[in-house]
C-alpha cells in the first residue's frame, strides 16, 4: 500500500496538472502490473466487491474510537467522506504492514467467505497496521469513491506518457465495463488487438458552454443547430444482436431502459448512437419535463406502471458507429447525413428518434429560435460545427452549449447550515424564502454560486446573527437578500411553497436590496404558470 | 437564597458583577480583563486593561494608544469584592486563563487554549475550578495533533524539497503566535528564513521584550528574492500569491492550520501543501483540559459548541452553549484566532 499511498498523496496534494501527470506516468511506468491495473480501475470509480457494509465499518470505528455512534455520525457529517472519517477517529497505528494495494485487495475479497467475526477481526486488524492516508486508502477500499481530481484525461496522458501509445486510443480502451477481475494490464492497455466486448462504449464528446453569444463563432453556414435538450445523454450500442445503454458517467443503464431492446428490430447490428434520453408520451409535441425522467433514473428495475407513464425515447443527435465500423474522425455534417439516412424508415413505434436539427442564416434568426426554447422543454441550443470529427472528452471549438438564461427570484436568507468536506468549516447551506403578506415562506435550498470570499463573510454574519438552532441548523435573522437562479419550476406537494424548482443555486448576493423588495409566493406562481 | 453567579454572559461579553469588570469584551466597557492579544478577545476602545505582562506589548502594537495594566502569573489581585488571577493557557506567548473567585466560588475562562507545550508560549496549566468556560474551536474527535516535532519534520522536509527544486517555499500562518511558532520548529540550516512584514512587526515586538527567536530576514517590497535562494517565507494566509508573493519566481504555497487535519478543506484552501498544527486543543486536549478542572459546570462558547455540549452532557458534565463573538481558528481572517 506505501507506494499507492505515496502516489495519491502525489497526486491529492498538488493542484497543478503537470504535477499529477508526472506522478502518475511515474508510477505507470514501473509499479507492479496488477497494483497498475487496480489503480486505474480505483481512479475510474471501479472497486472491488464490498466485503463489509458500511454500517459495520461505522459502528466498529466508533467502537475502536471508544465514542458512540451518534458522535461519529456527526462527525462524518463534518467531514462528508466515510473513509475519511474513520481514519481520523481511530487510534494512531501500533504497527505498520508492508503489503502492496493487489494484495490488500486480495485479502479483502477473501473475506467474502468469512464470518463477521473474521471480517472485523481482519479490518481491526489493518486499522492497527495502517496510519495516515495509507488507512484512508485501506478505508476507500471498502467504501468505493475515489476522489482525487485525477480526470480521464489526466490518467489517459499520463498512461500515454508511460506507454507510448495514443491519449484517444486509451481512452476507448479504458471506458466500458471491464473489472480487474477478469482482465490484466497487458490486455486492457498493452495488447495489440485489444478484443472489446460488445458492451464497450466510446469516450462522449463534451461541450462547453457559450458565454458571450455565438458572434465569435464565425459563419452561420459552418454551424449546425440542434435543441439542447432537458434529459440525459445516453449512448445506444447495437453489436451482435444485443443493446446497450452507457450514461455520460459511464454507467451501464440497459435494465433501467428496457423499451430501448426493441430499437434491434429497427436499425442493423453494429450501429452506435450518441444521443439524448427523454420520457415522451405518444404522439406528444414536446418531451416531458426532466422531472418525469428523474423517476426513471432512480429505478434499476422498472415497474410496468413507470414504464407506461413514463415511456423513454432516445433522441439520437450523433453516429459513432455504422456497419461495426468506427465513424468518429469522419465530418459531422457526413455522420448526421448518414443518421438520417440509417433513421429514415423508423415508425411511430420504434423507441430511437432524429432529434431534428434547424437550419438558420443568421446569428439573429437563431437567438429567435432559442429563445423559444422552453416552450419545447429544451434548455437552449446546441451548436456544432459541420466539418468537426467526434472528438473525446470536452475539448474547445466544435461544440457549444447554448443555454437559455436561467429565471431568477431575489429571495430572503432564512436558514443557514454548516457546509461538509471542503467547506467544513463555512455555512454553506442556506433556505430561501419570498413573502406571502407579512410571512416569509420558505420555498428551495441552494448552496452553491458563492466565492469563498462571499461564503467567509456569511458565515461571520451567520454566527453573530443566529436566532435558534435546529441541530445543525441555525435560523438567521431574515436580512439579507440573495439573486437565486434556476433552470425550471414544478409544482410539488411536498413543499410548503407549492413549488420546487431545478438547479437552484445563488446567482448574486443583492446586498444592495432592502429586504422588503424581495419577491413575492405570488410572483412565484406566476413563474409556475409560465414555465411550470 | 440563591446567588447571583460569579460570571454572567452580556451582550458586551462576559461580566463580574462582583468585581464590575468584563472578560474579553466584545464592545467598550469600563474595565477589560484580556486573555490574550488575538483581535478576537483584545478589542479597542476599552476604559482600562489589564493582562498579563507578557502579553501587553503585542496589545500595546496593535491597539494603540490604551490605558493598561500588567499582571504576573500566578499574581492574585482583589478587584472589588472579586479575586483575580492568570494563569498560562499554552495558546501563544501571554496567553492566559482567568481565574475569578467570589465568596469561595471559583470560575475559569480559558479564552483560547492549548495543552501541548509548544516550548514557546507559557505550558498551559490546569486551574481547579467550580465553573469553567472553554472553547471547542476543535472540539471533534477528528481533531488530533501530531507531536510538534514529527510536524516540524514533514515542513522540514518540504522546504528542503522546495530549495533543491530552486522553488521559494511559502508558508501561510498567523502574524502573532503561530508565526513564531513555525520559526522554532524550523530548521536554519536548510537556508534563509524570511519574514512578511506583518510577522516581523510581531516577531520585533517579541524579541524587544525578550522572546528568544531565530534570525529572520525582514519581506519588505525592497527585499530581492535573488539574494536569498532556497528561502522559506513565512506570511499571513492573504498574502500568498499576492503581486509581492509573485515577485519571488518560481515557488510552492503552504499552510499550517488544524484545519488542514480536513481533506476537504486542504484540497480548497492549502495551496501545495497542508500542515496540521493549531494553536488550539483538540479533541483529547480539550477532554483532558476539562477533566483537570475538576469543574462541574462546562460553558462551551467558540467552535462546534452544540455537538461538544452534548457529548459533555452526556458524559456527567453540566454543560451548556454559550454565545459569544470570540473565533476559532480562522482559515480566512487576517489575524482574529
Ligand atoms: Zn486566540
Ligand atoms: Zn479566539
Redesign the pocket.
Known amino acids: 500500500m506505501k507506494r499507492f499511498a505515496a502516489l495519491f498523496a502525489a497526486i491529492d496534494q498538488s493542484t497543478k496538472t503537470t504535477v499529477k501527470v508526472a506522478a502518475l506516468a511515474d508510477y505507470f511506468s514501473d509499479a507492479d502490473p496488477v497494483d497498475k491495473l487496480w489503480t486505474v480501475a480505483l481512479f475510474s470509480g471501479r472497486r472491488p466487491k464490498r466485503a463489509v457494509t458500511t454500517n459495520r465499518l461505522r459502528e466498529w470505528a466508533a467502537e475502536v474510537a471508544g465514542i458512540p455512534l451518534w458522535l461519529f455520525e456527526e462527525s462524518y457529517a463534518i467531514v462528508g467522506d466515510l473513509a475519511e472519517t474513520i481514519a481520523l477517529v481511530l487510534p494512531p497505528n501500533a504497527s505498520v504492514d508492508d503489503r502492496p494495494l493487489s494484495q490488500w485487495i486480495k485479502d479483502l475479497r477473501s473475506l467474502a467467505q468469512e464470518d463477521e467475526a473474521a471480517r472485523k477481526a481482519f479490518v481491526l486488524e489493518a486499522w492497527q497496521r495502517l496510519g495516515g492516508t495509507e488507512r484512508f486508502l485501506f478505508n476507500k477500499l471498502i467504501t468505493g469513491g475515489f476522489r482525487v481530481g485525477v480526470s480521464q484525461k489526466l490518467m489517459t496522458r499520463a498512461l500515454s506518457r508511460a506507454t507510448g501509445k495514443p491519449e484517444a486510443e486509451l481512452a476507448h480502451r479504458l471506458m466500458g465495463n471491464w473489472h480487474p477481475d477478469d482482465t490484466s494490464w497487458h490486455n486492457l492497455i498493452e495488447a495489440e488487438d485489444a478484443s472489446a466486448d460488445a458492451s464497450r462504449p466510446y469516450p462522449f464528446y463534451l461541450a462547453y458552454a457559450l458565454e458571450e453569444g455565438p458572434d465569435s463563432l464565425g459563419h452561420p453556414q459552418e454551424w449546425r443547430a440542434e435543441w439542447k435538450w432537458d434529459g440525459i445523454r445516453g449512448q445506444l450500442i447495437l453489436r451482435d444482436g444485443d443493446y446497450y445503454v452507457w450514461s455520460r458517467g459511464e454507467e451501464l443503464m440497459t435494465d433501467r431502459f428496457p423499451e430501448l431492446a426493441r430499437a434491434i428490430d429497427h436499425l442493423p447490428p453494429g450501429t452506435v448512437l450518441d444521443g439524448e434520453l427523454l420520457v415522451w408520451q405518444p404522439g406528444a409535441a414536446q418531451p416531458d419535463s426532466f422531472n418525469a425522467l428523474q423517476a426513471r433514473i432512480g429505478r434499476k428495475m422498472v415497474p410496468k406502471k413507470l414504464l407506461k407513464e413514463a415511456p423513454v425515447l432516445l433522441h439520437a443527435y450523433d453516429l459513432l458507429e455504422w456497419e461495426g465500423k468506427d465513424q468518429r474522425e469522419r465530418p459531422f455534417a457526413e455522420r448526421r447525413a448518414q443518421l438520417e439516412e440509417a433513421c429514415k424508415d423508423l415508425g411511430p413505434e420504434a423507441p430511437v428518434r432524429l432529434s431534428p436539427q434547424h437550419p438558420f442564416d443568421t446569428w439573429d434568426s437563431l437567438a429567435d429560435l432559442r429563445a423559444t426554447a422552453r416552450d419545447e422543454n429544451a434548455e437552449g441550443l446546441m451548436l456544432k460545427r459541420a466539418d468537426s470529427p467526434y472528438l473525446a472528452g470536452r475539448k474547445k471549438g466544435d461544440w457549444w452549449k447554448w443555454k437559455l438564461d436561467p429565471l431568477t427570484i431575489d429571495a430572503v436568507m432564512i436558514y443557514a447550515q454548516s457546509g461538509s468536506g471542503r467547506r467544513a468549516n463555512l455555512f454553506t447551506d442556506f433556505t430561501f424564502a419570498v413573502w406571502n403578506g407579512n410571512d416569509l415562506v420558505p420555498f428551495t435550498k441552494a448552496y452553491s454560486g458563492l466565492t469563498d470570499a462571499e461564503f467567509r463573510k456569511i458565515t461571520h454574519w451567520v454566527k453573530r446573527n443566529t436566532l435558534q438552532r435546529f441541530g445543525p441548523v441555525r435560523q438567521v435573522t431574515p436580512h439579507h437578500v440573495f439573486e437565486i437562479a434556476f433552470e425550471g419550476i414544478q409544482a410539488s406537494s411536498r413543499h410548503k411553497s407549492g413549488v420546487a424548482l431545478r438547479f437552484p443555486r445563488m446567482k448574486r448576493w443583492r446586498e444592495d436590496k432592502p429586504l422588503q423588495e424581495a419577491n413575492t409566493l405570488d410572483d412565484l406562481k406566476e413563474m409556475l404558470r409560465l414555465y411550470g | 437564597m440563591a446567588r447571583d453567579p460569579v460570571l454572567t454572559f452580556t451582550d458586551r461579553g462576559i461580566y463580574c458583577a462582583a468585581g464590575d469588570f468584563y472578560i474579553d469584551p466584545w464592545r467598550p466597557v469600563d474595565r477589560a480583563l484580556i486573555t ?1 492579544g ?1 483581535a ?2 483584545a478589542r479597542g476602545g476599552m476604559g482600562g486593561y489589564l493582562a498579563t505582562h507578557v502579553a501587553l506589548p503585542v496589545m500595546r502594537y496593535r491597539l494603540g494608544e490604551i490605558t493598561a495594566d500588567g499582571i504576573g502569573f500566578g499574581e492574585v489581585r482583589q478587584i472589588r469584592d472579586a479575586s483575580v488571577s492568570f494563569h498560562p493557557a499554552g495558546h501563544v506567548p501571554g496567553s492566559a486563563q482567568i481565574r475569578v473567585e467570589v465568596a469561595g466560588e471559583v470560575w475559569v475562562v480559558s ?2 487554549y492549548k495543552v501541548t507545550n509548544d516550548g514557546l508560549s507559557e505550558a498551559f496549566e490546569p486551574v481547579n475550578c467550580h465553573h469553567f468556560i472553554t ?1 471547542s ?1 476543535f472540539g471533534l474527535p477528528v481533531f488530533r495533533w501530531q507531536p510538534q516535532a514529527t510536524v516540524a519534520a514533514e515542513i522540514n522536509a518540504w522546504w528542503a524539497a522546495c530549495k533543491a527544486a530552486g522553488k521559494t517555499a511559502f508558508l501561510g500562518a498567523y502574524a502573532l503566535g503561530k508565526a513564531q511558532r513555525l520559526l522554532t520548529m524550523l530548521d536554519p540550516e536548510i537556508g534563509p528564513i524570511l519574514c512578511h512584514s506583518a510577522v516581523e512587526n510581531t516577531n520585533d515586538v517579541l524579541r524587544g521584550q525578550g522572546l528568544h527567536l531565530p534570525d529572520t530576514v525582514r519581506a519588505d517590497a525592497e527585499v530581492s528574492p535573488r539574494d536569498h535562494p532556497g528561502a522559506l517565507v513565512l506570511s499571513p494566509p492573504s498574502a500568498l500569491g499576492s503581486k509581492w508573493a509573485r515577485k519571488f519566481g518560481a515557488q510552492e504555497s503552504a499552510f499550517a492550520s488544524g484545519w488542514m487535519a480536513l481533506r476537504g478543506v486542504r484540497r480548497r484552501r492549502a495551496g501545495d501543501r497542508g500542515f496540521v498544527i493549531s494553536d488550539h486543543a483538540d479533541w483529547n486536549g480539550l477532554l483532558w483540559a476539562i477533566r483537570e478542572t475538576g469543574a462541574e459546570n462546562i460553558y462551551v462558547t ?1 467552535g462546534y459548541t452544540d455537538i461538544f455540549t452534548r457529548y459533555l452532557n452526556d458524559n456527567g458534565w453540566r454543560a451548556r452553549i454559550v454565545p459569544t463573538q ?4 480562522s482559515l480566512d481572517a487576517g489575524d ?2
Do not use: I
Request: no cysteine; hydrophobic share 20%; glycine share 14%.
Open positions: 490574550h488575538h478576537d478577545h479564552g483560547d472553547e474551536t467558540h470570540f473565533e476559532g481558528e482574529a484566532a
